[in-house]
């Protein structure tokens, strides 16, 4: 192992998988063949693992090690089950609130958001599986340690977290400027969790339609989006100025 969130080789990863290791990413090189390489793509589909296909550059920047063709990298916390967190939140008497991310992709702003969740007493995040940014030295950097505070989940589907939020009782309203209710027109005093969508096309339109509520921030200049960790910041603020 190079370093503490890295891992090269495909037996080695294929160990390391095997040993319920969380892996967050496989780099795979373009065009590699073998058996040993087709028993690790095999197991990375079994078991849901984001993998990426490139060149052997880049493999090469990632470890000047005997890489083999694989390297993993693997996240330095320990994901919660989303399931037993949502009903030990409930159990507590506490209010609900929770993060739905959607495939978020940029690590620093996911990091900035975990801080700011954490600072907003946000009782878990829940992120896409595939797809989404990782939790690597980048997040925990830009995070300023918070994501070792914050219980964060992964789920195959962010669909699958909001049907089961709407189970347990908890309301999921959607960050989107498709609709014209404003943050200040939703109640957020209930059990609810937030929705936040990627930094290109927002939450995928799916998750949109079967949410509770929609709303948005009021934007008076020119330029139509904010970062998605600055609106996030906005909404669990609104969310803590309703609540007290």
Excluded: W
């Amino acid at each position: 192992m190079e370093n503490q969130t890295q891992i090269f080789g495909i037996r080695a990863i294929i160990e390391a998988i095997n040993s319920d290791k969380t892996i967050d990413k496989v780099f795979l090189q373009k065009g590699l063949k073998g058996d040993l390489f087709s028993e690790l793509e095999s197991l990375l589909n079994k078991k849901s693992i984001n993998k990426s296909y490139v060149p052997v550059e880049k493999l090469n920047r990632l470890t000047n090690k005997n890489h083999q063709g694989a390297v993993a990298q693997i996240s330095p916390i320990e994901f919660h089950n989303m399931e037993d967190l949502v009903l030990n939140v409930i159990a507590s008497g506490k209010t609900p609130l929770f993060l739905l991310l959607d495939q978020l992709s940029d690590v620093r702003n996911f990091g900035a958001i975990i801080r700011t969740a954490e600072c907003t007493g946000v009782d878990g995040i829940i992120i896409q599986k595939k797809g989404g940014a990782p939790v690597n030295g980048d997040t925990i950097k830009t995070s300023a340690g918070a994501v070792f505070k914050i219980p964060i989940c992964k789920v195959d589907h962010i669909k699958d977290a909001v049907f089961f939020m709407q189970a347990s009782g908890i309301k999921v309203i959607a960050a989107t400027e498709k609709t014209n209710d404003t943050i200040y027109d939703v109640s957020f005093k209930e059990p609810c969790a937030i929705v936040m969508g990627s930094e290109g096309r927002g939450i995928n339109p799916s998750i949109i339609k079967v949410s509770d509520n929609k709303a948005k921030l009021p934007l008076l200049g020119d330029i139509e989006s904010l970062n998605v960790s600055v609106a996030c910041g906005a909404f669990l603020y609104e969310v803590l100025r309703q609540r007290r």
